[in-house]
């Protein structure tokens, strides 16, 4: 634990004091390899942060999904436009960014604005309605 201060101090003991030691007594007790999981949570109210660093259930915590290090190494191997989220389909399904598939997003711009083809009928002055 350590005083919470709602400000750039807090951030500072996490990144040179608390993460390295929670890191070092990981790799001592057989974790190392390994990122270790910090689980923080600071009150305001009590002035007061308090972290926990699972070790025996580490595979539980992430519950199924990939972990720290398999992200890393995907990570690694995906050009710059990929990590920034932006993909061009290479299946045909047009560029995306963050998951959205840009076409259906310009699609649905022109089809709002009006734009391009229109299945709706003119009705002329002639008609009856």
């Known amino acids: 634990s350590h005083p919470f201060t709602a400000g750039a101090w807090s951030a500072i003991l996490?990144?040179?004091?608390?993460?390295?030691?929670?890191?070092?007594?990981?790799?001592?007790?057989?974790?190392?390899?390994?990122?270790?999981?910090?689980?923080a949570t600071c009150s305001a109210k009590q002035k007061m942060c308090t972290y926990y660093m699972p070790l025996s259930k580490r595979d539980k915590f992430y519950m199924g999904k990939t972990t720290t290090?398999?992200?890393a190494k995907d990570f690694e191997n995906v050009g710059m436009l990929g990590r920034?989220?932006?993909?061009?389909?290479?299946?045909?399904s047009g560029p995306t960014i963050g998951?959205?598939?840009?076409d259906n997003v310009f699609r649905g711009m022109k089809k709002a604005l009006g734009l391009g083809g229109s299945s709706t009928k003119n009705v002329s002055d002639s008609d009856e309605l």
């Open 14 to 39: 996490q990144s040179f004091k608390i993460i390295p030691k929670f890191k070092k007594y990981a790799e001592d007790h057989g974790e190392s390899g390994k990122s270790p999981i910090v689980i």
């Open 84 to 92: 920034m989220g932006i993909e061009f389909g290479g299946d045909g």
């Open 99 to 102: 998951g959205i598939n840009l």
């Open 69 to 71: 290090e398999e992200y």
